[in-house]
């Protein structure tokens, strides 16, 4: 192997696990996130607004 090929399959080597562990914080962005809003939404739901009678 010629050095620019080592140094090429060094750099994929860095690289793809990185891209990998951005697209697992993705994802667990967004689980956490339908989460909260699911939460959020049963949470309003059983909250009443008053009623005036005037």
Do not use: C, H, Y
């Amino acid at each position: 192997m010629d050095t620019p090929e080592i140094l090429a399959t060094l750099r994929n080597e860095i690289i793809e696990p990185q891209k990998t562990q951005a697209e697992f914080l993705k994802w667990k962005l967004i689980a956490v996130s339908a989460d909260q809003l699911i939460s959020g939404a049963s949470r309003n739901s059983s909250i009443r607004p008053a009623v005036s009678s005037g």
